[in-house]
């Protein structure tokens, strides 16, 4: 299963596959050069449609259980000062996601949609201290009764050019449903009330809508 932002790309791939084979049949006559040629963009084209995969996740859901938004690993659980939103101190927990991880975002917890803005910026590497300011990213408040609010950010890095949220102010939305996806490569911080007690360490893999991160007690 592949998801639906990966289609156009995943088309014209197969379309400049198919040229660069015809290009190489016509024009050199090493057969050994032709079947590398083959190989090579089979195996690019098969890169290309791993990083658009989706796979179905039944999310167990639980309101006072906030799960991963992306697949990756856990790479800062640290206290920060969270400025667009909350501006106090919250407890941060980032996923990096490298090429070969789901990329699509998911919703951490049930609720309803408070927030979703979208800020242009730059490309740092995702894992750059300056990232989650500075880069291209999505900002999403989702709420619920049992969590309270809870913020999550898309963060594009140094390959991810487009950044896709679907989430919009007053969406009522599912634990574990599509929220969003970035392409090629980026982070999801996700921001807690201090003192939240996680289920997740430094340099733990987790998946998206599976891995517990945080229990609300």
């Known amino acids: 299963m592949f998801h639906k932002e990966g289609y156009k790309i995943m088309a014209i791939a197969v379309i400049l596959l198919i040229v660069v084979n015809l290009v190489a049949h016509t024009f050199i006559f090493t057969d050994w050069i032709k079947q590398l040629i083959l190989i090579g963009t089979l195996i690019l084209f098969f890169l290309i449609i791993q990083f658009f995969r989706n796979p179905k996740r039944n999310t167990q859901l639980n309101d006072a259980h906030i799960v991963a938004p992306v697949d990756g690993k856990v790479v800062v659980i640290e206290e920060v000062y969270e400025k667009e939103y909350f501006k106090d101190q919250r407890l941060m927990v980032s996923v990096f996601m490298s090429p070969i991880n789901v990329h699509v975002t998911r919703h951490p917890i049930s609720?309803?949609?408070?927030?979703?803005?979208?800020h242009p910026g730059k490309y740092l590497v995702a894992w750059h201290p300056k990232a989650s300011e500075e880069n291209e990213r999505t900002t999403v408040v989702v709420e619920n009764e049992v969590a309270g609010e809870v913020l999550y950010r898309q963060i594009a890095g140094a390959l991810a050019k487009r950044i896709v949220n679907y989430?919009?102010?007053?969406?009522e939305v599912v634990q574990g449903s599509d929220s969003g996806f970035i392409k090629f490569g980026s982070r999801v911080d996700v921001f807690l009330p201090l003192g939240t007690p996680l289920e997740v360490k430094l340099n733990q893999k987790v998946k998206g809508g599976l891995s517990l991160i945080a229990k609300i007690s």
Do not use: E, I, R
């Open 167 to 171: 989430a919009k102010v007053g969406d």
């Open 111 to 118: 609720g309803k949609v408070k927030y979703s803005k979208y």
